[in-house]
């Protein structure tokens, strides 16, 4: 069986194609700043699950955008581009919310733990 002519059957098989894309750039970007010592072990796995999970969604996104648009090729691929950048923008600035709040209420839980 081919895995891409599989994935690309379905929607949700294209998120998954592109998961595994972008899940694969991040893993290998982030295992070379883990062995130069840039990031711990802990911080590339989360980096690369983050960077998996949004890879999948900008290319599901993009991909039924493009197909919805569906006239000539280059307004497709035009679509693609646009609506994966804003997609995958709009995960990031997700991701560094929630890195936000996660961070913050680690924060109180410290000053917590001191004043008691």
Do not use: C
Not at 2 to 25: D, K, P, W
């Amino acid at each position: 069986m081919n895995l891409a002519a599989y994935l690309t059957q379905s929607t949700s098989g294209i998120g998954v194609f592109g998961a595994i894309v972008g899940g694969a750039a991040a893993a290998a970007k982030n295992y070379k700043d883990n062995q130069d010592g840039l990031v711990s072990t802990k911080d590339a796995v989360i980096n690369t699950s983050k960077e998996t999970a949004g890879a999948g969604l900008a290319t599901v996104v993009s991909a039924v955008a493009a197909g919805a648009v569906g006239s000539s090729l280059a307004l497709s691929l035009g679509t693609a581009v646009v609506v994966a950048a804003g997609a995958k923008y709009a995960w990031d600035r997700g991701m560094e919310a929630v890195d936000a709040q996660l961070s913050k209420r680690d924060m109180d839980e410290i000053d917590s733990a001191l004043a008691d």
